[in-house]
């Protein structure tokens, strides 16, 4: 948790009442950025590793902010690509006909390390941006 408290700085009120939706903005962006390097990192390499380019292909980059939150959602509109990433049990349905199992990737799991990784780089990137208004940033 990020608590910042505001330290001999001054700061009028109606700078502070804008203060959310600025900094909101200004995340937005750098998480945006941060998003489409991180995708197109993924797209990369599930294209090295051949096959149909399906699930390179099926990379998204969402941003859905509002006017006091940053948000950005990387994701695959793949509907195997959960699968292809943790591998899934043989099934069996209703009749007991068998349906064989995705085997896990074989080259380890590509979109969640990313995705994890670039959790962790956003949060300085945000604590910069509330420092660079003056904001005090302690914790995370």
């Known amino acids: 948790m990020i608590k910042f408290?505001?330290?001999g700085v001054a700061v009028t009120q109606s700078k502070f009442?804008?203060?959310p939706s600025f900094l909101a903005a200004q995340t937005?962006?750098?998480l945006l950025a941060l998003g489409t390097t991180v995708a197109a990192d993924i797209?990369?390499?599930y294209?090295?590793?051949g096959g149909s380019g399906q699930l390179a292909a099926g990379m998204v980059v969402r941003s859905t902010p509002t006017k006091t939150k940053a948000r950005v959602v990387i994701a695959n509109r793949v509907r195997w690509s959960a699968g292809y990433e943790f591998g899934t049990k043989r099934r069996q349905t209703k009749k007991?006909?068998?349906?064989?199992?995705?085997?896990?990737?074989?080259t380890g799991r590509i979109?969640?390390?990313r995705v994890m990784k670039a959790r962790?780089?956003?949060?300085?990137?945000?604590?910069?941006?509330?420092?660079?208004e003056g904001l005090t940033v302690t914790g995370g």
Not at 96 to 106: D, Y
């Open 96 to 106: 007991r006909a068998n349906r064989g199992a995705i085997p896990h990737s074989p």
């Open 111 to 113: 979109f969640v390390p």
């Open 47 to 49: 294209a090295a590793l």
């Open 120 to 132: 962790e780089t956003i949060i300085p990137r945000v604590a910069a941006i509330m420092r660079a």
């Open 28 to 30: 937005q962006a750098a």
């Open 5 to 7: 408290t505001l330290g």
């Open 17 to 19: 009442k804008q203060l």
């Open 43 to 45: 797209a990369g390499a």
